[in-house]
């Protein structure tokens, strides 16, 4: 795995990967790269030992993540409180076939982080994060629109966590195969899998001269989903 | 939403969908054609009030899902004593633009599942599991591979979940703007996201004179895997 020049996340009990390690990265390099890669994250959460797994879009700044969701949806509002959250980010990249059940697995990224849930309660705070969210899918998008109504800002709920722990787990490349099977009949190989973008679908109700929007210009036809949206954060950030 | 004609989930406090209740669907027919066009589903668990969310590939008999991992894993044997669980399944369809940040959503299916986990154990059960999770992803796969050992299966943990509560939640379709910002400038519409498969890489310690097995005949270059595995569940439930 890379080594971040940078700041990484502590190894703790809840984050070292005991399996398998050499997948394992604590980087911030990596951690944040996964992450600015990803547009749905699930966030779980628990409730009297029950638990729940929100899939939803997700947004970063620093080492914070946030998504928000209807006011009145139960998930935020059991979130609101501060609870301990644990939020997965993951991404397929490749079908692994080897010439043993034993030698076929995914090629992945993926992110655990843990921290605890705050409302963002403050409508100016709310604002920021709303639209900071709409940059980093579409940069330069905010300037594009109408500005958010402070109605709006009431129906929602944004939720943020602060990570105090994550780490990043990553297969990549080809088959591992037992060299006994090696010899073994049959093919074996990697398929890769990417998310990728069709071409845009203009509203029906949008006049013939209306062209495409600049903040939209990284996702043309074809192009990868994850590499659209990485430069997307990267253009906000710099 | 479609309704199918067959069983359904019976609708609880804990799946009944309060926000957008068009959005909802509690049939088999939506959620297991969600559970089998999905390749990793995101397992939430909590031990101690605290929530961990593993990403893992799946498999389904039924209404039971089942995951597979290292019989070490700290996961697995936290779940192996049997705990509630919820699977979150979610893949993304499109990104919707809308005249307003409010309107900017994501078209998805998910499907959240709920039930107790319990350890697969017996080795033979083990060894059904292990191949219905290869045929699932690969129909035939199993008879162009060796037999799984006996070595390999004390090797791994093999956990299943009755689902015992189940929602699909789906966004479809083009911008749900408000009336006020039809009028409005600016670009308005959908982006299709779609998850392909590229072109198969062949080990290189594979002969040139093996050709791609059939057990990926749905697998073809830049087909979509989510009606590649959907196809190829159909095709070993038929």
């Known amino acids: 795995m890379t080594t971040a020049n940078g700041t990484s996340f502590e190894v703790t009990e809840r984050t070292r990967l005991r399996r398998r390690p050499a997948r394992g990265a604590y980087d911030e390099a990596t951690v944040f790269g996964i992450l600015d890669a990803g547009i749905v994250a699930h966030v779980g959460y628990a409730i009297e030992g029950q638990p729940r797994v929100v899939a939803t879009a997700y947004w970063r700044e620093g080492r914070t993540l946030y998504w928000h969701g209807a006011a009145g949806s139960q998930a935020l509002r059991a979130q609101a409180g501060g609870i301990p959250i644990c ?57 594009e629109i109408r500005r958010v109504q402070d109605a709006e800002l009431d129906m929602i709920a944004v939720i943020g966590m602060h990570i105090d722990e994550a780490s990043a787990k990553v297969r990549e490349g080809g088959v591992n195969e037992k060299d006994e099977d090696l010899a073994g009949p049959g093919w074996a190989g990697v398929i890769p899998v990417h998310t990728t973008l069709g071409a845009p679908c203009t509203d029906a109700r949008i006049g013939t001269g209306v062209a495409l929007p600049p903040s939209i210009g990284a996702f043309t036809q074809d192009a990868r989903l994850d590499l659209a949206l990485g430069e997307n954060a990267r253009a906000v950030r710099d």
């Open 87 to 143: 939020v997965t980010v993951s991404q397929v990249d490749g079908l692994v076939l080897g010439r043993s059940g034993f030698a076929h697995s995914l090629n992945y990224r993926s992110v655990m982080a843990f921290g605890r849930s705050e409302a963002v309660t403050d409508r100016a705070a709310k604002r920021r994060g709303m639209d900071a969210f709409i940059e980093r899918l579409y940069p330069g998008r905010t300037r």
